[in-house]
């Protein structure tokens, strides 16, 4: 049992880290899905804790090697899964600064190298008898427990009207619809809001040898207009009306093997496919309202379907070039 267990965690982690990232990589129905995987894979890590428990303390009372880390290591993993369950159950929005899902990533990212090092330490070589009936059997009783245990949980939401019951299919909490004075301001990782003068700062556009740069004024002057969702990867979704220039009038471009590179004022990027271009929107306006700094001044990217990390704010740089669109990390690292 305490082979079968170590072997059952090691996989349910590599599932929960997985099915989490997809789940922050979509703002459409492939979200949906992966959270619900991601939901089961924790409840089933729940059920482990108290085999595991035996393991780890039968460890620290022999004071192996490395034990401290094993320690560590099972701390960020319990305080991951119950950052996760009180985000997803509402029963706590917020924890000082931070929110429920903030500390669910957070934690996660910080046991990724005590789980390279339980790997290799660790290390648990692969043997017939784990695909044995026994273990097969063990392995579906424990998923379908996980898996009635997330239901319950679910409908006890909706019963006791806890404000989990009103996420959206992403798992995040409706903050400000409508009302662009509510909208957080937000940025990723290490970026600071910039203060960029209207005056001087200019919109290069580029596709191959042609080249243009749009003035503030000249932006301003279009009203093209969309009301999106932006979904934040910190657990809150805001729908706004938001109005500037669709990016296809302002660069004509059909589909190809290249891609499109948005740059931020902070070095901040990301690579869009082109026949994106008629659906992203370089905004200028947030509810009728000239952008703040906060929400991208001069003009940000809206995204529409997409998680608010593609919403690039403070653009000063739209180039086509060669590279595909998947040439890029998932996810921005700065």
């Known amino acids: 049992m305490r082979r079968w267990t170590n072997l059952a965690l090691f996989v349910l982690l590599g599932l929960a880290f997985t099915t989490g990232w997809i789940a922050f990589f979509y703002s459409t129905a492939p979200?949906?899905?992966?959270?619900?995987?991601?939901?089961v894979s924790g409840y089933a890590i729940v059920a482990l804790t108290p085999w595991k428990a035996v393991i780890a303390a039968h460890g620290i009372r022999r004071?192996?090697?490395?034990?401290?880390?094993?320690?560590?290591?099972?701390?960020?993993?319990?305080?991951?899964?119950?950052?996760?369950?009180?985000?997803?159950?509402?029963?706590?929005?917020s924890i000082g600064p931070f929110s429920p899902m903030e500390i669910?990533?957070?934690?996660?990212?910080?046991?990724?190298?005590?789980v390279a090092w339980h790997v290799i330490a660790r290390r648990i070589p692969m043997r017939a008898?784990?695909?044995?009936?026994?273990?097969?059997?063990?392995?579906?009783?424990?998923?379908?427990?996980?898996?009635?245990?997330?239901?319950a949980g679910e409908v006890a939401v909706r019963l006791l009207s806890l404000?989990?019951?009103?996420?959206?299919f992403t798992g995040s909490y409706e903050y400000g619809s409508l009302q662009p004075a509510q909208l957080p301001v937000t940025q990723w990782l290490f970026d600071s809001v910039p203060l960029i003068d209207a005056a001087t700062w200019r919109l290069t556009v580029r596709a191959g040898s042609a080249l243009r740069d749009w003035t503030y004024a000249e932006l301003l002057a279009f009203d093209d207009r969309v009301q999106a969702t932006l979904d934040c990867t910190g657990g809150?979704?805001?729908?706004?009306?938001?109005?500037?220039?669709?990016?296809?009038?302002?660069l004509a471009v059909g589909r190809g093997d290249g891609s499109l590179h948005a740059r931020s004022f902070t070095g901040y990027d990301r690579r869009f496919a082109l026949e994106e271009t008629g659906r992203l929107l370089i905004a200028t306006r947030l509810g009728g309202m000239p952008l703040d700094s906060g929400h991208g001044f001069p003009v940000r990217i809206v995204a529409p379907d997409r998680r608010g990390y593609?919403?690039?704010?403070w653009v000063t740089a739209i180039t086509i070039d060669d590279l595909p669109a998947w040439?890029?990390?998932p996810f921005p690292i700065s």
């Open 31 to 39: 979200s949906r899905v992966s959270l619900i995987v991601h939901a």
């Open 236 to 250: 809150f979704y805001s729908t706004q009306d938001w109005s500037g220039v669709w990016l296809s009038r302002l």
């Open 129 to 151: 008898v784990d695909l044995s009936r026994r273990s097969l059997l063990r392995a579906g009783t424990l998923a379908a427990s996980a898996g009635l245990a997330y239901g």
């Open 104 to 114: 669910h990533v957070g934690t996660a990212l910080a046991a990724i190298p005590f």
């Open 163 to 168: 404000p989990g019951s009103t996420r959206r």
């Open 327 to 329: 040439w890029q990390l």
């Open 310 to 313: 593609w919403w690039v704010k």
């Open 63 to 93: 004071r192996r090697p490395g034990w401290w880390a094993s320690v560590v290591f099972t701390g960020l993993v319990i305080a991951s899964v119950l950052a996760g369950i009180l985000h997803s159950t509402g029963l706590l929005l």
